[in-house]
């Protein structure tokens, strides 16, 4: 029998805990969990063990309840208890931990951070940028450099206040300028405002283009074991509109890459995370152990090319993973923890696989809006038509589901093409409802025909693109012209 503690409540920490269970080593799941997860909650007693309530954030609350149970390990899901060293406290208990501690997983805490080590450890990927303390800074600097940029906080917040600015017609610079400087002191004022743990603020990157996907890893911190890529995707609305979501549903398969990745690219995107991991050692004297995950684009300059890291699984992207993962959990938790990731052999089911993520109204940018709707869930029928739920921002109040405010289901489907996939989620979605009239939405494109031909099309640009500058030995190289001050060649 292994005892293990899943830390977080969300539909990813669901999907991970349902891998846990699976395990041939008699697992027993306990959850240190701010709601209940009625899923995690499922399987927890299923199990035998149980859903503790308590801060997942609070390093003290999960070592604690870590000795409590005598976890034989402890499984942290999502970032922000990382942040805050839940594993650095957990580890000084004795209990091993998959999770990064709090040096390394600044990698996704800090993008300055991330930015700096790509830069000083060459490492492929890479994109200029500038990191601001305070936002006058920021603002002397879009005065003087008026491009095209991606304005972001400096410090993993959510996703929220990410915005990208094109700047092409040199007649609409000062209107662009404008908005850059109005974006700025946004995040400076909202986006970072909670944030004291980091001196960094604003962070401006320049801008590239390209079809987006993430390449989800496990590191002992000597080897790097590649998932199958997953593409989020972010906008709440179809066709990517609207606003940044933390992902309204993902795609996958068949087999490691997607349809508009290939194999080449695949590699290349392993070995830019494997030189991340090797960097970060480098940098704060500890190695990474855990999950990691590089969410990148596939861009003109570079090929792959990392827009952030995570130091965790995506969500909803683990959802895509997880379920089609045939080797042991259990087993590839145990060499993370003894150093020996090399001897373990990560399979797959080959199929490909859609989420689609289910929201009530308000979210992302009303979730006190989307917060507290009574929710019903017919398991059974969508079990019946072929796919699987797996439950996200929900708790469970005296045998009630209400709705915490962000996603609240996430439906999986499994098709030998990520269309016909597509359809059977799709077909799922009148399974789940607001019992108080409020609305739900979801997005009904993803995984589509016609979105996925649009990524490919994308895809297939940039990589004529990028093969020429290969050709070229002018990968990584950007030469800039600005009148009044000629040429700037930025060598990578
Ligand atoms: N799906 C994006 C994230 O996990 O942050």
Avoid at 86 to 113: L, N
Avoid at 282 to 295: F, M
Avoid at 459 to 473: F, G, P, T, V
Wanted: include cysteine; charged fraction near 30%; charge should be negative.
């Amino acid at each position: 029998m292994v005892k293990i503690l899943l830390v977080g409540n969300g539909a990813r920490e669901h999907a991970i805990a349902d891998a846990l269970a699976r395990s041939t080593h008699d697992p027993k799941i306990y959850a240190a969990a701010s709601d209940r997860n009625p899923g995690i909650l499922r399987i927890c007693e299923k199990t035998g063990g149980q859903i503790i309530l308590g801060k997942p954030n609070d390093p003290k609350f999960v070592a604690e309840t870590a000795q409590k149970i005598s976890a034989d390990l402890t499984f942290i899901g999502p970032e922000e208890p990382q942040f805050m060293g839940v594993a650095d406290e957990v580890e000084k208990t004795g209990i091993p931990c998959i999770g990064a501690k709090k040096a390394p997983a600044e990698i996704e805490m800090s993008k300055a951070f991330m930015r700096r080590l790509m830069w000083k450890y060459n490492i492929p990927g890479r994109l200029r940028f500038m990191a601001f303390k305070n936002v006058e800074d920021a603002i002397a600097y879009i005065n003087e450099y008026a491009e095209s940029v991606a304005l972001k906080p400096a410090r993993q917040a959510g996703g929220k206040g990410v915005k990208v600015i094109a700047d092409l017609q040199a007649y609409l610079q000062e209107e662009k300028a404008e908005v850059k400087r109005k974006h700025a002191q946004d995040i400076y004022q909202k986006h970072m405002q909670p944030y004291t743990d980091i001196e960094d603020r604003i962070l401006i990157e320049q801008k590239v283009e390209g079809p987006e996907y993430t390449l989800q890893c496990f590191t002992d911190g000597k080897t790097v074991k590649t998932f199958p890529l997953v593409q989020d995707n972010k906008n709440a609305y179809a066709y990517d509109i609207g606003p940044e979501t933390g992902g309204m549903g993902s795609i996958g398969g068949p087999g490691l890459t997607l349809p508009f990745i290939n194999g080449e690219e695949y590699k290349q995107s392993a070995v830019i995370v494997e030189k991340v991991v090797k960097a970060i050692e480098k940098e704060v004297g500890q190695p990474y152990r855990g999950a990691i995950a590089g969410q990148m684009m596939l861009t003109a300059l570079w090929g792959p090319t990392i827009i952030e890291f995570y130091s965790r699984f995506g969500d909803p992207e683990a959802v895509n993973v997880f379920p089609i993962l045939e080797t042991d959990l259990v087993d590839i938790s145990e060499a993370i923890i003894n150093g020996k990731l090399h001897k373990v052999n990560l399979k797959f089911r080959d199929t490909a696989t859609v989420v689609k993520c289910v929201a009530p109204r308000g979210y992302p940018d009303r979730r006190d809006l989307a917060k507290g709707h009574p929710l019903s869930v017919d398991e059974a029928g969508i079990e019946r038509r072929g796919a699987k739920v797996f439950y996200g921002s929900v708790d469970l109040q005296n045998g009630e589901l209400v709705t915490g405010g962000s996603r609240a289901v996430e439906i999986l489907a499994e098709a030998d093409a990520i269309p016909e996939a597509s359809e059977i989620a799709e077909s799922c979605i009148e399974c789940v409802k607001l019992k108080d009239n409020w609305n739900l939405f979801h997005r009904s494109d993803i995984g589509g025909e016609t979105l996925l031909e649009k990524r490919i099309e994308l895809a297939q640009l940039i990589r004529e693109i990028y093969s020429y500058r290969k050709e070229k030995d002018l990968i990584g190289r950007q030469v800039d012209w600005i009148p009044g001050r000629g040429r700037i060649e930025y060598q990578a």
